[in-house]
Structures are given as structure tokens and as C-alpha cells.
């Protein structure tokens, strides 16, 4: 009982983030203004990431759906595959960061993730994936696991 209670008060602490470390699966403990300052410094990177003026969403909806009726018009999708890889309420992709601790312990850097659960192309990504599985496995870099690659 004490465990859970304890759980639950540092699952409702809002000075803190909880977030599973980049490698070696352990849980993250972090002061929350360190790791939005760190997320700042993760997006101000001009070289990977770029504000945008607008939300390019309701554009991209449109052109996704317009080349998708295409591909349906042109035999290159079944109407099922369209259905399926057309999302009718997408959300907006989320970032977020994993601590490095194992780089430093003290001031971790993070490891940008975007997730993009429900956003527009999640889909897709899905049906992509479904025909370059069996050819990434006769690439000549492709290994199988982290086992594989030690030995």
C-alpha cells in the first residue's frame, strides 16, 4: 500500500517527468524545468527543426486524400486500402524526448521522438511497412537483432 501511494503521489507531482531513459529501459525521474529547457534546445536546432506560421495539417489532409482517390481511380489501391489508410480525424504528431543518461547523468541530453499515433500518415506508414518487410530482409545491411550485430 505504502508503494502505491507513493506511485501515485509522484505520478501527480507536475514539478517532475517521468519518462523511460533512451537505452537500457530504466525510468526517469527528472526535474520538469530541465527537461523543457532541454526540449528547447532540441527544437531550436535550426538544422533539424523549423517553426512553421501556420498549421500545414488541413492542406496536407486534402493532398493526401486527393493522390489516395487517384491511386483508387488508377487501380493502384482497392477501395478497402483507401478506407484503411485514410484517417477522418488525425491529430497532430507529439514530441517528446528520452533522457541519455547514459551520456550524463546529471544534465542528460534527450533523444527527440515523434509520435505519430493517429496523425495523418500513420496509416500509410503501416501499409508501406506491410510491402518492404520481405525486402529489407535481403539487404545486405539488415540485421535480424542486437544479438546478430555482436556476434
Known amino acids: 500500500m505504502k508503494e502505491k501511494k507513493a506511485l501515485s503521489e509522484l505520478n501527480n507531482n507536475r514539478d517532475i517527468v517521468i519518462r523511460s531513459a533512451d537505452k537500457g529501459g530504466g525510468i526517469i525521474l527528472q526535474n520538469k524545468t530541465d527537461y523543457v529547457q532541454e526540449a528547447h534546445k532540441i527544437l ?11 498549421n500545414p495539417i488541413t492542406g496536407d489532409i486534402k493532398e493526401l486524400e486527393l493522390m489516395l482517390k487517384q491511386a483508387e481511380g488508377n487501380g493502384i489501391l482497392m477501395k478497402k486500402e483507401r478506407e484503411f489508410i485514410t484517417i477522418n480525424h488525425p491529430t497532430t504528431a507529439t514530441f517528446y524526448h528520452l533522457p541519455k543518461i547514459h551520456k550524463n547523468t546529471k544534465n542528460p541530453p534527450g533523444r527527440p521522438i515523434i509520435s505519430g ?8 506508414s503501416h501499409y508501406v511497412d506491410l510491402f518492404l518487410q520481405k525486402h529489407v530482409t535481403n539487404l545486405p545491411s539488415y540485421l535480424r537483432d542486437s544479438a546478430q550485430l555482436i556476434y
Not at 499515433?117 to 500509410?124: A, F, G, K, Q, V
Request: a negative charge; aromatic letters at 16%; one cysteine or more.
Open 44 to 54: 531550436m536546432d535550426k538544422v533539424y527543426y523549423e517553426p512553421l506560421p501556420w
Open 117 to 124: 499515433i493517429n496523425s495523418l500518415t500513420c496509416n500509410l
